[in-house]
């Protein structure tokens, strides 16, 4: 499906929140905030949350971006937490989200992000073209479909990778935000599958293209293994039927081990199982599976089903 995006720069657009949830990367932040203030559509606001940085964010960014929102939290929450901090301070209807490493690879993204999103026959939700800094190319473990396909032109998909995408307001509260348990990791997927229950439109815009510096600062080596086995249990308890739960462990497990081998991390990819097992019944009680309908539409776009 090809959308004529540019038909539509003319049409009343929305003011626009845009999000950003940073830790110890204020050199990355710096760009990044230069990338949004370059922008050609002004009717906006920035709000950065910073999750307890100690290199001096905050006062780089009082000084040298005055015009932001600046909230330093005194621990580290997580970037669900984060995001969601940031939506409640955020007065615009038109949510647009970066990661702090990441940039517009153009100063007309909030533009066509606003006339896209403001047209009721189009998405409720976009994902952003997310690519590598060096060759350009659509980075591959962003790519919102299942069998990771590069598709050149705009098409519906069913969940969005966090580095760069935008969502109305009201959508985003309805589905109850991003879920804060999970920390880091799979939240996207988590809250596109309740933005799917609830008959959300996604598109990924071809032309709206975000550069990601993926950066390891701020991160503990190895941390993600925990994350990811953890989280993976987590999310698949939290919304799918009970055998897409098991093909989810099976596959994502093996995954992980595999991973926990070649990295020499197995303490990781333990305790991040000994975790998710202790952690079901308190998921278990928030279990809202989605519908036959929401499954169906999920294969039908080459969404996240079986893994």
């Known amino acids: 499906m ?19 949830v940073t830790m110890n990367r204020v050199s990355m932040l710096e760009r990044c905030l230069e990338g949004v203030q370059c922008q050609t559509f002004r009717d906006y606001e920035i709000i950065v949350i910073d999750n307890a940085s100690t290199d001096g964010t905050g006062a780089v960014v009082q000084k040298r971006f005055p015009d932001v929102r600046y909230v330093r939290l005194a621990r580290n929450v997580g970037v669900p937490a984060g995001r969601n901090r940031g939506v409640l301070e955020a007065k615009g209807d038109l949510l647009v989200f970066l990661d702090d490493d990441a940039v517009f690879d153009s100063p007309d993204a909030l533009e066509r992000i606003a006339a896209c999103i403001s047209d009721v026959d189009v998405p409720g939700l976009v994902a952003l073209k997310i690519v590598s800094p060096g060759d350009k190319m659509e980075e591959y473990k962003s790519i919102p479909r299942a069998d990771k396909k590069r598709i050149a032109h705009d098409y519906e998909c069913s969940y969005f990778c966090g580095a760069g995408f935008a969502v109305r307001r009201e959508l985003f509260m309805k589905a109850g935000m991003f ?12 809250l596109s599958y309740r933005l799917m229950e609830q008959g959300c439109k996604m598109i990924r815009l071809a032309n709206v293209i975000v550069i990601h510096n993926e950066t390891p600062q701020a991160r503990v080596p190895g941390q993600w293994l925990y994350f990811g086995v953890r989280n993976r249990l987590w999310v698949a308890l939290h919304n799918l039927p009970w055998r897409y739960v098991a093909s989810h462990i099976i596959l994502w497990w093996g995954y992980f081990f595999i991973m926990a081998v070649i990295s020499r991390h197995p303490f990781f990819f333990l305790r991040g ?4 097992l202790k952690g079901i019944p308190v998921v278990l009680a928030d279990r809202r599976v989605i519908s036959k309908a929401t499954i169906a539409r999920l294969k039908s776009l080459s969404g996240r089903v079986y893994y």
């Open 273 to 276: 199982m000994l975790d998710a």
């Open 2 to 20: 090809m959308l004529k995006i540019t038909d539509r720069l003319s049409v009343t657009t929305p003011h626009i929140s845009v999000v950003l």
């Open 179 to 190: 879920w804060e348990p999970l920390f880091f990791i799979a939240e996207e997927l988590d």
